[in-house]
């Protein structure tokens, strides 16, 4: 689905003050000042949409591996994750195996996440509150189920907060909901589309409401700023010569000052297949 197809049909009554839709002109250097957050919230979808290119809403795995193996992700490298979730179903066989599983043993099988022997019985405490529930081990419910109920229900595991609860809901039910990750967080704080001490808890509730409520929207956002802080707005020196937000980041502002024309002029307009994968 395109995602400027998707947009012509939005509702920008939903959101106050809509933003304006083209993208700020290279020479409004006091954009970062001028520009409301939620200006500079629908000015970061445009550019990084254009830099990062259009992504498809589509489940990038099942709604009860995308739950467990994003419990596992935590703190913890992709490659590393994918590793324990591998160990633990070539283990145990399926999750009835891993619901019976020795904790000890089930902890020693996913030793190369963070804190094995916190999300071992986090994770059966989880399967066994689906199976009692559902009677079988599976998510599919939620498909029928309205935002708030299901952002309620999987916020109630052990574990499991808003933004593994929005992963699931966004990823596999195409619900409008905004997952917000420290990568996400981190931009977000950076550019100015929230408040310097805005929690992660809070950043959900602050970025959806200056968004449409458009889940094709809303997974590109997530995603390409995803991208952004794992590649370009690094927790420790960030490479703001790459950075296409430059013009209106509080940041650079900031550290740099006002961003020259040939500062704006020399920055890379999309993402070049040299600097490194993009991990989906």
Sequence with gaps: MDIRASQTQLEFGQVRNPPPRRAVHPGMTTAATTL???????????????????????????????????????????????????????????????????????????RTTRWPDTQAPRIQEILRRIQAEQGAFTLDFLADWPVEKGLAWLTDMPGIGLKTASLVLLFNFRKPVLPVDTHVHRVAQRVGMIGAKTSVDKAHQLLLAQLPKDAVVLLNFHKHNYWHGQHICFFAKPDCGRCPLKGFCTYYLEHYGPPTLEALAATPTHWQKSWGVLLH
């Design 36 to 110: 409301t957050p939620e200006q500079k919230t629908w000015q970061n979808h445009l550019l990084l949409h254009e830099f990062y290119g259009p992504l498809p809403l589509e489940p990038r795995r099942p709604p009860m591996r995308e739950l467990i193996s994003t419990l596992l992700s935590h703190r913890t490298t992709h490659a590393d994750e994918e590793l324990a979730y591998a160990r633990m179903l070539e283990e145990f066989g399926d999750w009835q195996g891993v619901l019976a599983a020795p904790t000890a043993a089930l902890a020693h099988t996913i």
